[in-house]
């Protein structure tokens, strides 16, 4: 087993980098769970990444968020500094949700039939609002677990993690997905490059 050290801004990035890991084709332990909420610890903790990926594979999955490009935020987070061979950062244009929205198999299966699904969700300008308007058009369980209540200062509802988390592991499809979203397609391919590479180098796994 290849052992993989997932870093993640939130639940809902941990809960696709799982999926992702899973449909790599070697098997793999993502073992050691790197998360706290937001970028922060992510971007603050770059150097004790590159030291991690000197033991094992790290994948690293953030949100562009405002930054305007991926290059941009490359940039600002890695500076000049070349990456390790075994350390994966990726990048979901703008957020996370955008490789949500993308599968509209599944998302039809969450929110069902109500509402225009983005045909290119990493142009959306932010995501996850378009997705809490979507969810506002759902059945009432779901409705009422995504979408905040009246007055609430959280901006989602409170089983927001819980039920997509839950729907990621048994809906979402990275491959349907990554026909909508080039940035989530463009992680799966060096995801699938790096694990072949992996293999190559060591006959064991």
């Given at each position: 087993?290849?052992?993989?050290?997932?870093?993640?801004?939130?639940?809902?990035?941990?809960?696709?980098?799982?999926?992702?890991?899973?449909?790599?084709?070697?098997?793999?332990?993502?073992?050691?769970?790197?998360?706290?909420?937001?970028?922060?610890?992510?971007?603050?903790?770059?150097?004790?990444?590159?030291?991690?990926?000197?033991?094992?594979?790290?994948?690293?999955?953030?949100?562009?968020?405002?930054?305007?490009?991926?290059?941009?935020?490359?940039?600002?987070w890695l500076g000049k500094k070349p990456l390790p061979a075994n350390l994966m950062f990726r990048i979901a244009v703008r957020e996370i949700e955008s490789w949500v929205l993308a599968d509209h198999e599944a998302m039809r299966k969450l929110i069902g039939k109500k509402g225009t699904l983005p045909p290119e969700p990493d142009t959306l300008p932010d995501p996850k609002q378009h997705l809490l308007k979507l969810a506002k058009l759902a059945a009432r369980p779901v409705r009422q677990d995504l979408v905040k209540e009246a007055g609430a200062v959280a901006s989602q509802g409170i089983g927001y993690n819980q039920r997509l988390t839950a729907w990621i592991s048994s809906e979402w499809s990275p491959e349907r997905a990554a026909q909508r979203s080039p940035s989530l397609q463009r992680t799966r391919i060096r995801l699938h490059e790096l694990a072949l590479r992996l293999q190559a180098e060591n006959h064991e796994y």
């Open positions: 087993m290849m052992p993989v050290a997932l870093a993640t801004e939130d639940i809902l990035s941990e809960a696709i980098g799982f999926r992702l890991l899973a449909e790599l084709p070697v098997p793999v332990t993502p073992g050691l769970l790197l998360r706290k909420d937001g970028f922060g610890y992510l971007r603050s903790g770059m150097n004790n990444w590159r030291q991690l990926a000197q033991h094992q594979t790290v994948l690293i999955l953030t949100d562009l968020d405002q930054v305007a490009c991926p290059v941009e935020l490359k940039a600002q």
